[in-house]
C-alpha cells in the first residue's frame, strides 16, 4: 500500500514541475512515508527522520514532509513537537497536505492535514513518476483503503481510518492508464480485499471487478491481496478460477493455529474454518499457491498453544508463511488490556522454528518445479539476471542478453530453492554452475 501511495506522491509532485534525484542531499523535497505495522518499522521511521535533521539544518529551504501511519488519520500534535523541522504531515495515501504546502503555504497544509481522509489522488487517473512510465511491468492499486475490523493486535484501523471502497470505474481507469503506460500486471490492494464493494450500497464485489479488469485489452495479469478467511467467498474462487488474468495464488493469513489465541485476537475464525478454506481452494483451484501470515508471541501464547500453530503450518503445508514477531502497538486493544508477557527471547525462539519448519516446506514445494515449464513475466534485470515470476508468484531468474523486461515466455526451470528458482529460456543450455549462484529472498 505504501508503494502504490508513494507513486501518488511522486506523480502529484511531477506534475508541480518537480524530478527524482537520486539522493536526500539533493532534493528539494523528502517525503519520508511510514510504516508503524510493527515496532521495528516504527523505529525505522524514527531513525530516518532524526537522520535528516542535520540535513534540514543545513540547508533550511528543504521541505520534509512526514506521511503515512506514522501520522494516522488524525492530526498528531505529539508529533508536531517532538519533530519541529518537518514541515508537512500527510495522512496515509493522501497527498493533499504536502500539495497544498508547496502551491499554497502553511496554513493550507494544516487545514488540508486536519480535513482530508481520502486522497483526491485516488480518484483519477495515475500518471507513474517519469522513472517508472513504460519501464513498470507490475503495479499496486489500492481498491480498498482502510479497513473497519478491530483484531485486537492491529493499529491499521487507528491509522488508515475506516474501510472505503473505491468506485469501480475508477479502478477501471487507472488500470487502463497503467497498462497505456506499460504495465502488464497489476495487484488489487486492501486490507481485507474479498471486502471490496460491501460498503457501497448494492456495490459491486470483488468478483465483479476482477471480470471487468479481465476486459483490459493489454493487461497481462492480475493478483489481489489481502484475502480474510471470513471472506474469500465461493464466488471470488469461481472467478479465479474462470479468469484466465487473475493469477492463482492466494495470500490469506490465519495469524496463529490456536483457538483461543485467534478469539484473543478477535479475528472471528477458528482453526477448523481456516483449514476449510484451505481446503476448498486446493479443491476449485487447483496448481494455486497459498500464502499465510503468522504472529508468534501473541500475549499469553502458552507454549502448547505455539505449537498448534507449527503443528497446522506443517500439515497444511502452504507456498509461503510471512512471520512476525508480536509487538505492542500504542492504542490497540491488545495494548490496553492484555499484558504482553511472552519473553523476547521466546518469540525469537519460535519464530526461528517456523522460519526453519516453512524453510523446509517451502523447498519442497518448490523443488516439484524442477525440470517443468513455466510462464514468467519478466519485471527487471537485476545484476546481469533477469527476474520475474510464476503465476502461483514463484520468483524465477534467468540469464539472458536478451531485453526481457515486460516479456511473458515459457521457461524451463533448472534449479529451486525455497526462496526462488533458475530457469532457462527454451533452446538454450543453463549457464554453467548456476546452482551455485545464490538465490535472492523476497
Ligand atoms: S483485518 Fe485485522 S489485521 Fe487486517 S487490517 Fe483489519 S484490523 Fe488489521
Known amino acids: ?37 510493527r515496532q521495528s518499522a516504527e523505529d525505522k521511521a524514527y531513525g530516518r527522520l532524526s537522520s535528516l535533521k542535520p540535513l534540514k539544518r543545513r540547508k533550511p529551504g528543504l521541505v520534509v514532509n512526514l506521511m503515512g501511519c506514522l501520522v494516522g488519520i488524525r492530526d498528531n500534535e505529539k508529533l508536531r513537537a517532538r519533530f519541529p523541522y518537518v514541515d ?12 497544498a504546502f508547496l502551491t499554497q503555504g502553511e496554513a493550507q497544509a494544516l487545514e488540508s492535514t486536519r480535513t482530508t481522509h481520502i486522497s ?26 482502510g479497513c473497519s475490523h478491530a483484531c485486537t493486535f492491529c493499529i491499521i484501523p487507528s491509522r488508515r481510518g475506516g ?18 503506460q506499460g504495465v502488464k500486471e497489476v495487484t488489487l490492494l486492501g486490507q481485507i480485499v474479498d471486502r471490496y464493494g460491501r460498503d457501497i450500497p448494492g456495490g459491486p464485489g470483488l468478483a465483479d471487478l476482477l471480470r471487468l ?27 479465479v478460477a474462470a479468469l484466465d488474468k487473475v493469477m492463482p495464488h492466494i495470500e490469506i493469513p490465519i495469524q496463529a493455529g490456536d483457538d483461543a489465541i485467534l478469539k484473543a485476537m478477535r479475528r472471528g475464525y477458528t482453526q477448523a474454518d481456516y483449514r476449510r478454506i484451505v481446503e476448498q481452494i486446493r479443491k476449485h483451484l487447483p496448481g494455486s499457491s497459498i500464502a499465510t501470515d503468522i504472529i508468534v508471541g501473541f500475549p499469553g501464547e502458552t507454549q502448547a498453544q505455539f505449537q498448534r500453530t507449527y ?3 506443517a500439515e497444511l503445508r502452504l507456498d509461503v508463511a510471512h512471520l512476525a514477531r508480536y509487538s505492542t502497538r500504542p492504542g490497540t486493544v491488545a495494548e490496553r488490556r492484555i499484558p504482553d508477557d511472552v519473553p523476547d527471547e521466546e518469540k525469537w525462539r519460535r519464530f526461528r522454528l517456523l522460519e526453519e519448519l516453512q524453510e523446509s516446506i517451502a523447498g519442497e514445494i518448490n523443488a516439484r518445479y524442477l525440470g517443468e515449464t ?14 520475474g515470476r510464476t503465476p502461483t508468484n514463484k520468483l524465477v531468474f534467468v540469464e539472458s542478453d536478451e531485453n526481457l523486461r515486460g516479456v511473458l515466455r515459457q521457461v524451463r526451470v533448472t534449479w529451486t530453492g525455497p526462496w526462488s528458482m533458475q530457469a532457462a529460456l527454451p533452446g538454450k543450455a543453463p549457464a554453467l554452475l548456476m546452482q551455485e549462484l545464490i538465490p535472492l529472498q523476497t
Open 88 to 99: 508537512v504531515f500527510s495522512p496515509p495515501s493522501d497527498p493533499g497536505p504536502l500539495m
Open 1 to 37: 500500500m505504501n508503494v502504490a501511495d508513494s507513486q501518488r506522491v511522486g506523480s502529484a509532485l511531477e506534475r508541480l514541475g518537480y524530478a527524482f534525484t537520486g539522493t536526500a542531499e539533493e532534493a528539494d523535497v523528502i517525503v519520508l512515508n511510514t510504516c508503524v505495522v
Open 163 to 180: 474501510e472505503r471502497s473505491r468506485h469501480l470505474g475508477d479502478i477501471a481507469a487507472e488500470v487502463r492508464s497503467l497498462v497505456a
Open 213 to 239: 479488469l479481465s476486459q483490459v485489452e493489454g493487461l497481462e495479469r492480475i493478483r489481489f491481496l489481502t484475502s480474510h478467511p471470513n471472506y474469500f467467498t465461493q464466488e471470488l474462487m469461481d472467478a
Open 120 to 145: 483526491a489522488a485516488l480518484d483519477g487517473e495515475l500518471v507513474l513518476p517519469e522513472h517508472e512510465r513504460g519501464s513498470l511491468v507490475s503495479a499496486h492499486v489500492p481498491v480498498v483503503l
Open 311 to 313: 503443528d497446522l503450518l
Open 374 to 387: 513455466v510462464q514468467v513475466l519478466f519485471e527487471e534485470n537485476v545484476r546481469g539476471r533477469w527476474r
